[in-house]
Nanobody
Framework: VQFVESGGGLVQPGGSLRLSCAASGFTFRSYGMSWYRQAPGKERELVAG????????YYADSVKGRFTISRDNAKNTVSLQMNSLKPEDTAVYYCNAGFTVSVFPSWGQGTQVTVST
């Protein structure tokens, strides 16, 4: 099982970023997928989740209305569109299989998102 996250960077408050996660080593289309983040000194937290067929999504209250999760089962990828970014969104972002609960113990290297002036 492997997850490769990309798309992070430095952005000003109010800006946007689109994160992508390429997954391999399991039957992607059979699993929900989720994005998590971990800020310095804090525990990893769930940000958003999407069911295997994209019919159901979940968002943490802190990102609801600003972030959108989507997936492409043909390409084994899951994305996170992040708009109206705030400094408190600064963190390393990770993806994993499972709808709001991580299924696999392995994690990717994550992608750093920094929101700052």
């Amino acid at each position: 099982v492997q997850f490769v996250e990309s798309g992070g960077g430095l952005v000003q408050p109010g800006g946007s970023l689109r994160l992508s996660c390429a997954a391999s080593g399991f039957t992607f289309r059979s699993y929900g997928m989720s994005w998590y983040r971990q800020a310095p000194g804090k525990e990893r937290e769930l940000v958003a989740g999407i069911s295997s067929g994209s019919s159901t999504t979940y968002y943490a209250d802190s990102v609801k209305g600003r972030f959108t999760i989507s997936r492409d089962n043909a390409k084994n990828t899951v994305s996170l569109q992040m708009n109206s970014l705030k400094p408190e969104d600064t963190a390393v972002y990770y993806c994993n299989a499972g709808f709001t609960v991580s299924v696999f113990p392995s994690w990717g290297q994550g992608t750093q998102v920094t929101v700052s002036t």
